[in-house]
């Protein structure tokens, strides 16, 4: 298991930055598949990004609502992994959630991550 927490939300204005940060503790997630989703008030949980490392190298899957603006990476020396986030929309206003697991084969799915951290709270304003 890794616990998860997640930080860097806040406010910004349409066109803004801001980078989340996913900050593991317990063992090492090097092996984990490592998602950011978000989930806005009356609307399901939808992907966002996700990083997975396998023997070949990291791959990394951006939602297209997202792809050009965010980028998703990784800190392996600090167990951690960050969404740069950039030309912000009011539509990404949302809490965003890290999500991890070992065995995620469909990154997109939100049901296939065991781990999840507390979400941080972004809001874009127009």
């Known amino acids: 298991q890794v616990q998860l927490v997640e930080s860097g939300g806040g406010l910004v204005q349409a066109g803004g930055s801001l980078r989340l940060a996913c900050a593991a503790s317990?063992?090492?997630?090097?092996?984990?598949?490592v998602s950011w989703f978000r989930q806005a008030p009356g609307k399901e949980r939808e992907f966002v990004a996700a990083?997975?490392?396998?023997?070949?190298?990291?791959?990394?899957y951006y939602a297209e609502s997202v792809k050009g603006r965010f980028t998703i990476s990784r800190d392996n020396t600090k167990n951690t992994v960050y969404l740069q986030m950039s030309s912000l929309k009011p539509e990404d206003t949302a809490v965003y959630y890290c999500?991890?697991?070992?065995?995620?084969?469909?990154?997109?799915?939100?049901?296939?991550?065991?781990?999840w951290g507390q979400g941080t709270q972004v809001t874009v304003s127009s």
């Open positions: 999500a991890a697991d070992l065995k995620t084969t469909r990154p997109r799915i939100g049901t296939e991550y065991n781990n």
């Open positions: 990083i997975i490392i396998k023997w070949s190298g990291g791959s990394t």
């Open positions: 317990g063992r090492s997630f090097i092996n984990y598949a």
